[in-house]
């Protein structure tokens, strides 16, 4: 099972970095592409910093420039996680034993702004590194001396601005009076916890907004055991709470929490395509291929919904291959099959078309499945293609395979009565004739034979072939309550409960497409003329007893 990595035993990965001096640059290679594949994981980049300081050469003046450069990585990548924040401190700790004073408070900058779970922390930590060092230390000389006009200016000591063309490194001298040194360094701290401290309470209402979410995430990494139903409601309500509130930034961050610890859901996976579908087009590209290439190889769903969206961006070849390798790789998928049909029938492929359904009936391995690609191969010879003789070939051999398969005389029903009726009668009589006398129950033969009543009734030109369809039909009668009564005295079970057992299809044979689209009351002739053959009609008066 492929997923995102975990890192919980501590010991055992700094057993695995011991290895790891002895092979750098191998290991380097490693700790680079699993960063590449999971970018977020914080854990992945302290192991890889912490690999670097062991392995890099501290008198190599580059050495400083390389853990930086990777600390800068580390955080662009993952730092906006809500439980980023040992990145963040081991950061400003590495600057910090580097005596950058000035490179610990930019950071400083960045992290009171992101909401983080120790958010209160750091800015006591902030707090801290301003109290104990000289502003001069940790500002940048054109921070300072912005800070020492500020003050100035509130205090009355300079009546105008600087203007830009000011030489600004005489705004750094010593003040030689020590009492008003040490005023100034402790109004250039207070003043600048003040501005920070509008930058913290702005964060800690964005925290709060998010704690209820970030509390109910007890999973943060990937397992194969499923998830609780719980655990999803919470990641479902998270992202839309970010997408309607948060930036884009954050919103991407949320969508790659979300798919390392649901990894293999694809509703997340769909969520955050369809997302991306506003922002980037290569992003919606490398969360489909990421999906379907490394957690959801099986799931057809996310795969249907790449190839669409490589057919909407004109990438006509693309979705091909998409479908044609999911279906490689799932032998038998019906919905992917009729997939690839329809994007052929899109973009004029008749051919191909065909040959995919014509190729889906010879493969089928049941007979059902033949019938049911049978049907849809003489609908697209029928309505697309508008070849009637081929689509009723089709079909006829089908029946001659499948004699008990409903569908397939309705479907053939259908395509005869959208022809000319007059014209066509002999097909249609035929049709009928195939389902009354075949292998279908009884109550099924009535029913075409009630429909083949009706339609010499409304449409036929010969008397006699109603009166023959006819007495066909008051046979079957007679014959149905024959076993009905056989039933009723336990010695067969009754045909309506084989019926419904054994002939899953029969559900809908009541009702047909386009044209057969009538009601059970339609089928049955007696009660849509409200006849009763037995009386009504007076079958006697046409045929007198001999």
């Known amino acids: ?106 950071i400083y900058d960045r992290i009171l702004g992101i909401p983080t779970q120790l958010y209160s922390h750091h800015f006591q930590r902030f707090k801290e590194h301003i109290q104990n060092n000289l502003p001069r230390d940790f500002l940048t000389t054109e921070q300072f001396v912005q800070l020492r006009r500020e003050l100035a200016a509130a205090n009355g000591h300079s009546g105008e601005e600087a203007q830009p063309g000011d030489d600004l490194p005489s705004g750094t001298e010593d003040i030689t009076d020590p009492a008003k040194l040490i005023t100034e360094i402790e109004n250039m701290r207070h003043r600048i916890i003040e501005i920070h401290q509008e930058i913290f309470n702005h964060n800690e209402h964005e925290v709060s907004k998010r704690w209820t979410f970030e509390e109910a995430i007890k999973r943060p990494y990937f397992h194969v055991k499923p998830l609780e139903k719980i655990q999803l409601k919470n990641w479902k309500e998270y992202l839309e709470f970010e997408i309607e509130n948060g930036t884009h930034e954050r919103v991407v961050v949320l969508f790659e929490r979300c798919v390392i610890s649901c990894a293999l859901y694809e509703d997340f996976w769909i969520k955050y395509a369809k997302y991306m579908e506003n922002h980037s087009i290569e992003g919606v590209r490398h969360v489909y291929s990421r999906a379907c290439t490394i957690h959801l190889p099986k799931k057809p769903m996310v795969h249907m919904l790449w190839a669409a969206f490589e057919e909407q961006q004109g990438n006509i070849d693309e979705a091909r291959r998409i479908l044609k390798t999911f279906e490689e790789c799932i032998l038998g998928l019906a919905m992917i099959r009729l997939r690839r049909v329809s994007l052929e029938r ?112 409304d449409f036929g030109s010969d008397v006699n072939k109603l009166l023959d369809a006819y007495d066909e039909h008051q046979a079957l009668l007679k014959e149905q309550d024959s076993l009905k009564r056989r039933a009723e005295n336990g010695s067969e079970e009754p045909d309506e409960k084989k019926m419904l057992t054994d002939d899953p299809s029969l559900a809908s044979a009541q009702m047909m497409d386009g044209d057969m689209q009538v009601n059970q009351a339609a089928y049955n002739y007696n009660a849509w003329y409200q006849y009763n053959y037995q009386n009504a009609w007076n079958y006697g008066q046409y045929y007198h007893p001999t």
């Open 1 to 106: 099972m492929q997923g995102p990595l975990r890192f919980e035993d501590q010991d055992s990965a700094r057993g695995d970095q011991n290895i790891a001096m002895f092979y750098p640059t191998s290991t380097q290679m490693v700790y680079r592409r699993g960063l590449q594949a999971i970018p977020l994981s914080v854990d992945l980049w302290i192991h890889y910093i912490n690999f670097l300081k062991e392995t890099l050469d501290p008198a190599d003046p580059e050495t400083s420039s390389t853990i930086r450069g990777a600390y800068e990585h580390a955080v662009l990548a993952a730092g906006t996680d809500f439980r980023s924040d040992r990145l963040w401190e081991m950061y400003i700790n590495w600057e910090d034993e580097q005596g950058n004073l000035r490179e610990v408070t930019s």
């Open 346 to 457: 899109r973009h004029g492929n008749m051919e191909e078309a065909e040959h995919l359904l014509e190729e889906a009936v010879r493969n089928a391995k049941s007979i059902t499945e033949a019938s049911f690609y049978a049907i849809k191969l003489a609908r697209h010879l029928f309505k697309v293609q508008k070849n009637l003789p081929k689509a009723r070939k089709v079909l006829s051999e089908a029946i001659e395979i499948d004699k008990e398969n409903t569908k397939l005389y309705l479907n053939l029903l259908e395509m005869e009565y959208s022809g000319d009726l007059r014209q066509n009668e002999e097909n249609i009589l035929s049709c009928f004739d195939k389902a009354v006398h075949g292998a279908l129950s009884i109550k099924m033969r009535i029913t075409f034979s009630q429909r083949k009543v009706e339609f010499l009734e």
